[in-house]
């Protein structure tokens, strides 16, 4: 069975954010593939990748890459899937160097950006999963549950508050 979502990093020193999204992944039993593939480093890697990735079976790719985060943006241009892009957080410029790289493609090739590290890791495990969901009504009901859990915690936290 192929695996349904690709989960790209530019660097293994991506791991610890990106670890979020396989985790989430995780927890909603979605089968994925994780690896280390750079657009800089490593380009024809990243070209043959993106080119496969439909007939490898793939259904979503999510890209995580910090700075210069060409990564996203040149998997979505090899390939029709749709491509969730993570900006890592940096040390230098706060991940907002890895925003604007990831969130600013030219029409024709776009890119699904979340925010910056690690809830932006986590949403776009959500989102792969709700783009897998739509043809899919058990994994829309453990959607359904995971957002009236979500719901009664906030309940409770309002509670407890006042
Ligand atoms: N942005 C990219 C790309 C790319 O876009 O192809 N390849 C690596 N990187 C990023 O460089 C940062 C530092 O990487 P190292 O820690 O390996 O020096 C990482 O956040 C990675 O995603």
Same mark, same amino acid.
Request: aromatic fraction near 6%.
């Given at each position: 069975?192929?695996?349904?979502?690709?989960?790209?990093?530019?660097? @293994?020193? %991506?791991?610890?954010?990106?670890?979020?999204?396989?985790?989430?992944?995780? =927890?909603?039993?979605?089968?994925?593939?994780?690896?280390?593939?750079?657009?800089? +480093?490593?380009?024809?890697?990243?070209?043959?990748?993106?080119?496969?990735?439909?007939? =490898?079976?793939?259904?979503? @790719?999510?890209?995580?890459?910090?700075?210069?985060?060409?990564?996203?943006?040149?998997?979505?241009?090899?390939?029709?899937?749709?491509?969730?892009?993570?900006?890592?957080?940096? +040390?230098?410029?706060?991940?907002? %160097?890895?925003?604007?790289? @990831?969130?600013?493609?030219? $029409?024709?090739?776009?890119?699904?950006?979340?925010?910056?590290?690690?809830?932006?890791?986590?949403?776009?495990?959500?989102?792969? @999963?709700?783009?897998?969901?739509?043809?899919?009504? =058990?994994?829309?009901?453990?959607?359904?549950? $995971?957002?009236?859990? #979500? +719901? #009664?915690?906030?309940?409770?936290?309002?509670? #407890? $508050?006042?």
């Amino acid at each position: 069975m192929a695996n349904n979502v690709g989960v790209i990093m530019g660097s @293994i020193s %991506d791991w610890p954010t990106m670890k979020l999204t396989c985790d989430w992944l995780d =927890k909603f039993g979605i089968s994925y593939e994780k690896h280390v593939i750079s657009a800089h +480093r490593m380009p024809n890697e990243l070209y043959t990748y993106g080119s496969n990735a439909v007939t =490898k079976g793939l259904k979503v @790719i999510v890209a995580g890459a910090g700075g210069a985060a060409h990564l996203p943006g040149m998997l979505a241009a090899n390939t029709t899937l749709p491509v969730i892009g993570v900006p890592i957080k940096t +040390r230098t410029l706060n991940g907002v %160097d890895s925003l604007l790289s @990831i969130v600013q493609m030219p $029409f024709g090739a776009p890119v699904a950006t979340v925010s910056i590290g690690e809830a932006g890791a986590k949403n776009a495990a959500l989102l792969a @999963i709700q783009i897998l969901a739509i043809n899919d009504s =058990k994994l829309t009901a453990k959607l359904m549950a $995971f957002k009236e859990q #979500q +719901r #009664q915690e906030a309940i409770t936290s309002e509670q #407890q $508050f006042n």
